[in-house]
């Protein structure tokens, strides 16, 4: 695997690809990869010719009381795991080369970046459309991969990937879960022995929630019981919702098309979402 840091390098290697008629895959990361990243990548060796990984701790998606500081950056590991998932190449800016001085240009998403997280950190969305406009107009993949975990995020991409028509195509990858049914996340390293305990209650939680609305009962009062408990056992809710799938737009009543519902909850100081598809008739 090779590594680079600098953008020329990068368009270079893609361009010599594109002209040899390969098709190449993007999967942009913050690092501390684990097996959720892993599916991402092996996604992309499996769909693209060539695969690209991105390691970016991108300080604009970050607010002013967020971990940005001490989000975790083993990059020895990080680029042990690439290099065993077969990806060619590693792409790893620093702050200034993908912000130089005087960087004056934000992309805002509106629409599917509106509630959820979206309302809760502001202007993290925005950091995330601009860090991924600039990725994948640099990097000029065929496909980039981006995991269902963070579903708004995925959404505010295809957006943003389709009012600019953008030519790639965003390949959305299952949630990759521990055992017990915790979302795999870099930020599960901060949870403590006893919150890592209660953590799965958030998945539990959403998928008797899915459930029920799926039988039929009114989501307003599914949600207001999750929520309860969940608060009960300490997982203190931010938000739980039932929205369309692909707007985002919060739904009051049993969803006749594609509906998702989403979360996040606090433990302690670390911040967990979670998603999860509802059924419908
Ligand atoms: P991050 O490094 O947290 O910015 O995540 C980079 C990419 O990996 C994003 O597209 C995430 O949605 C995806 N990702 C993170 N955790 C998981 C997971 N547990 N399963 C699948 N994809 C994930």
């Known amino acids: 695997m090779d590594i680079?840091?600098?953008?020329?390098?990068l368009r270079r290697r893609v361009a010599e690809w594109r002209a040899a008629g390969e098709r190449v895959g993007l999967v942009p990361t913050m690092g501390?990869?684990?097996?959720?990243?892993?599916?991402?990548?092996?996604?992309?060796?499996?769909?693209?010719?060539?695969?690209?990984?991105?390691?970016?701790?991108?300080?604009?998606q970050f607010g002013p009381r967020e971990d940005f500081s001490t989000y975790?950056?083993?990059?020895?590991?990080?680029?042990?795991?690439?290099t065993e998932a077969g990806t060619d190449l590693a792409f790893i800016p620093t702050v200034e080369e993908m912000y130089p001085e005087g960087f004056a240009?934000?992309?805002?998403?509106?629409?599917?970046?509106?509630g959820l997280c979206g309302a809760h950190r502001p202007g993290h969305f925005d950091g995330v459309a601009t860090i991924v406009a600039k990725l994948l107009i640099q990097a000029s993949p065929d496909a980039a991969f981006f995991g269902e975990k963070d579903y708004q995020q995925?959404?505010?991409?295809?957006?943003m990937v389709r009012d600019l028509n953008l030519p790639v195509e965003i390949i959305g990858v299952p949630t990759v879960r521990e055992p017990d049914g915790l979302a795999l996340s870099s930020r599960n390293v901060y949870l403590s022995l006893e919150e890592r305990?209660?953590?799965p209650h958030l998945h539990r939680a959403l998928r008797e929630a899915a459930a029920a609305i799926a039988a039929g009962t009114a989501p307003g009062t599914v949600l207001q019981r999750a929520i309860a408990e969940l608060n009960a056992?300490?997982?203190?809710?931010?938000y739980l919702e039932l929205c369309d799938a692909a707007s985002l737009a919060p739904l009051a009543?049993?969803?006749?098309?594609?509906?998702?519902?989403?979360?996040?909850?606090?433990?302690?100081?670390?911040?967990?979402?979670?998603?999860l598809a509802v059924a419908t008739t």
């Open 233 to 238: 056992l300490g997982v203190r809710v931010e």
């Open 4 to 9: 680079t840091r600098s953008i020329s390098d």
């Open 32 to 60: 501390a990869l684990h097996a959720g990243h892993m599916a991402l990548a092996a996604a992309a060796r499996k769909n693209c010719r060539r695969t690209v990984a991105s390691i970016f701790v991108n300080p604009k």
């Open 253 to 275: 009543a049993t969803p006749t098309a594609p509906a998702r519902l989403l979360a996040a909850v606090h433990l302690g100081r670390t911040r967990l979402i979670d998603n």
């Open 105 to 114: 240009t934000t992309i805002s998403v509106t629409g599917p970046s509106e």
């Open 197 to 199: 305990g209660l953590a």
């Open 72 to 82: 975790p950056r083993p990059e020895a590991d990080d680029l042990a795991k690439l």
């Open 154 to 159: 995925l959404m505010v991409v295809r957006r």
